[in-house]
């Protein structure tokens, strides 16, 4: 019985291992208005907290909400490097460049180092930015990059921790 008993043990062990390889390396994420690649390391804020996240959040009070968060590396409190997808839809006779303006018009908190421009890539077009702001103790950098479609606004938001924005880009050009 003993051993009958360690074997299933044994078994578990492995069975969980094996559970957490498979589920180290890039995978896909989906919902019903878009997806993306999480990168080999990367964990969703479920993945994280161990719950979803809380619905109609503002982000970074940019006038959208947030709909999707991850981290790099993974466990509570050891993010390094952020990335998020925040929503709102578009108001009626507003083009996506005043709603981009609009946006940082009135920052939270000051922004520095600020370089604004178009985004193109793979047949989408809108708006990127890139600054340092702080939040909380450092000034944390961000690229947000801006999108239209089907009248809702979507942010992806890409943000590390002072020193760790340089190494992080190559991650941020697999997600987007």
């Not at 979803?52 to 050891?78: C, D, N, R």
């Not at 939270?108 to 702001?133: A, C, H, M, W």
Request: with cysteine; proline share 5%.
């Amino acid at each position: 019985m003993l051993k009958l008993r360690l074997l299933l043990v044994a078994t578990l062990i492995l069975l969980v291992q094996s559970c957490q390889l498979a589920s180290s390396g890039p995978r896909a994420y989906e919902s019903e208005a878009f997806s993306l690649t999480v990168p080999a390391g990367w964990e969703t804020y479920a993945e994280t907290w161990g719950r979803e996240m809380q619905a109609g959040k503002e982000f970074y009070g940019l006038g959208v909400q947030t709909v999707f968060t991850m981290q790099s590396p993974g466990g509570k409190g050891k993010g390094q490097a952020f990335f998020s997808v925040a929503t709102a839809p578009r108001e009626a006779g507003e083009e996506l460049a005043a709603r981009f303006e609009r946006a940082y018009a009135n920052p939270v908190t000051e922004l520095e180092d600020v370089v604004k421009g178009p985004y193109n890539r793979d047949g989408l077009s809108g708006f990127q930015i890139n600054y340092r702001r702080p939040w909380g103790e450092p000034w944390w950098r961000f690229n947000d990059i801006w999108l239209e479609k089907d009248g809702v606004v979507y942010v992806l938001s890409f943000h590390t921790t002072p020193g760790g924005y340089d190494s992080a880009v190559e991650r941020m050009e697999q997600i987007v």
